[in-house]
């Protein structure tokens, strides 16, 4: 079995940066890729970033293209999500996921397994 695990998050002034990271443990991994996802309190998941495994290519949503940069570390199984910018609508759990069916669009949820417990990223005004 596979686990992610997150880390990195906290409580951050508007314009401060963070770098997550989501280290997978476990039998060998090779995902397609891995996404990021934050849920903010009464919202629906939302599609943050994801990298391919192999190649590397990256995907990100208008909300944060500019200030998010997703990057990994295939040596050590682990993805980064560098957050620059923050702002206060930026508040939320972020999740990383592995990415299990190419056939699903990059940020639909269903197409993720082995979701990490979450880390709490906290953006003050």
């Known amino acids: 079995q596979v686990q992610l695990v997150e880390s990195g998050g906290g409580l951050v002034q508007a314009g401060a940066s963070l770098t997550l990271s989501c280290a997978a443990s476990g039998r060998p991994f090779s995902p397609y890729g891995i996404g990021w996802f934050r849920q903010a309190p009464g919202k629906e998941q939302e599609f943050v970033s994801a990298?391919?495994?192999?190649?590397?290519?990256?995907v990100y949503p208008q909300s944060v293209k500019g200030r998010f940069t997703i990057s990994k570390d295939n040596a050590k199984d682990t993805v980064y999500l560098q957050m620059n910018n923050l702002k206060p609508e930026d508040t939320a759990v972020y999740h990383c996921?592995?990415?299990?069916?190419?056939?699903?669009?990059?940020?639909?949820?269903?197409?993720?397994?082995?979701w990490g417990q979450g880390t709490q990223v906290t953006v003050s005004s």
């Open positions: 990298i391919a495994w192999s190649g590397g290519g990256t």
């Open positions: 996921a592995a990415r299990k069916n190419l056939l699903m669009a990059v940020s639909n949820t269903e197409g993720y397994h082995y």
